[in-house]
Every structure is written in C-alpha cells, then in structure tokens.
C-alpha cells in the first residue's frame, strides 16, 4: 500500500533528498523527497552544459520508467546540476566526432539508445503523474524538449531557452506537437530564428513557461508546486491530466463520453470516501490512492 502525504505538513518545509538505493547513473541521478512522494531528476554534466551524450537516452529510459513504476512516488521534478544550463541538448561536440567516425555520407552507428520510446509519458507509458521542469538556465534544443515533455514548467528568472536545430541542420520532432502548448506563430519564432533565445519572462508570455522566480527560489518553488500535488487526490489529478492531454483533438461529445467513461475508475474509492468526510469534518484530506 502506498503511504499517505501528510497534509499537517507545510509545502515550505525543509527537504531532505535520498539518493535511489542501486541507481548506475552518475550523469542522471535519481533521488526522493517526503517519504519518496516526490521524486528529483538531476540532470548532471554541468562541465557540458547538461548536454546529452549518445548514452543518455538509455538513462532517461531508466528514470523514466521507474517513476511510471513506483506507486509510491505521485510528482517528479526536474533540474539540471548548477545554475548555468537545464540542458543545451544533444551534445554536438560528441556529434560531430561521431559523424567524422562514420564517414561522408554515413550516418553514425546507434549508440546507447531506449529500448522504446517513452515520451510523453502520458500517452507513452500510461503515466499521467505530473511532472514539473525547474529550468535553473539554458534549454536548449533537447533541453527544450525534455521541459516540454513536463506537466509543468518554472523558470529562474535568468534562464533563457531555445530551439537551435536549424542553425546546425538537425531535426527535432517534438516541434510537431509544440503549437497545443503555445500556437503556430510562437512555435515558428523559435524555430525559424533559431540564433535567438526566449528569456524566461518571454516563455512565459508566450504560454510555455507557468511561471518566473528569482533562480535562489527555483527549488523550493518546485518543490511547493509538487508538494500541493501530491496532497490532492491521485487518481483525480491523472484524470484531469489525461483528459486534458487526450480530448484536445476531440470534438465536444467526444470529450464528454472519453471523460465519463474514464472517471468510472472514481467509483468504489476510499479516497472518494475520504475527500467528503475532510471537507464535512474541516480538515485536510489524507488520500491513499486506494
């Protein structure tokens, strides 16, 4: 059985981060706050900028799936180690040496790749548990689309973010999906001019960023948001996630029939038990997800 979030607590209380016990990444770690409620996702080649090198989709993969797996764990964050870069991306220093490897005209052999795709989680994985992006610096490219593929995304107020794939003749498919998030014209301003970078205060006025803090208030802002999460009721919060990620292309009946058929698994809950018996007793609500 899961454990409970204890609702006494303040989302400003201090945190203490316990490394997953066996994790084999040191270029990505994986670590847990409150109980292993919430889990903290660290990017970590700082001296690269957080880039991504050919074996980092392979740890992705890992955590990945290990979050979607733990029904222990209801909210991830993600960061990238210091304060200068979330990620820059693949690693086009490490690309270019391979593409010289393989030779004009070749392409470099696959290395250290996922077994199979996982993002977006949601539709993925089956894993519609919030995850939040807590961008300390440069997204760039990769990096843009490792923040995309989060729930949500919160800035320090120095970060600035683009996607630079034009300026080097690379591909990036997850601009396919990019315009629900922020529309057609933004979209295309960040590709088309890809030498320029968004500040953090400009994603959020074009609707990519949730949200711009001072970079010393970056975790812990994280932190709040993930904390007030996991004290709402589970399997209520992957509902509205879901539906909100999954009717976007559907007409309005459509909707209403996915959104009935999927709030059956509601019905029979303790926590559907529990939410009206702490609004009726004025306290807070301690849900299980049973």
Known sequence: ?????????????????????????????????????????????????????????????????????????????????????????QDLKIRDEREREAGEGQAPAARGGAPYQVLPLGPRLNCWKPTIAAINGFAIAGGWST????????????????????????????????????????????????????????AYEVGFVNKVVPKEELMDEAVDWARTIISMAPRSIRNFHQLAFQCWSMSIPESQAFSSALEYNLRGMNDGKEGPRAFAEKRAAVFTNT
Not at 59 to 72: K, L
Not at 191 to 197: K, V
Request: overall charge negative; charged content about 25%; aromatic content about 10%.
């Open 147 to 202: 923040a995309q593929n989060c729930t949500f995304r919160i800035a320090a107020e120095h970060a600035e973010m683009n996607i630079a794939e034009a300026r080097w003749n690379q591909g990036a498919g997850f601009v396919g999906w990019l315009p629900r998030l922020i529309g057609i014209p933004h979209t295309l301003e960040v590709c088309l001019m890809a030498d320029r970078r968004l500040s953090a205060q400009r």
């Open 1 to 89: 059985m899961t454990q409970a979030w204890s609702a006494s607590k303040s989302h400003k209380d201090p945190y203490e981060r316990t490394p997953l016990p066996d994790w084999p990444h040191k270029e990505l770690l994986y670590e847990t706050i409150d109980n292993g409620k919430i889990a903290i996702i660290t990017i970590n080649r700082p001296e690269r900028m957080n880039s991504s090198d050919p074996e980092m989709g392979k740890r992705w993969f890992d955590a990945w799936t290990h979050y979607a797996d733990d029904d222990n764990c209801w909210a991830a964050i993600i960061t990238g180690a210091g304060d200068r870069a979330f990620s820059a991306g």
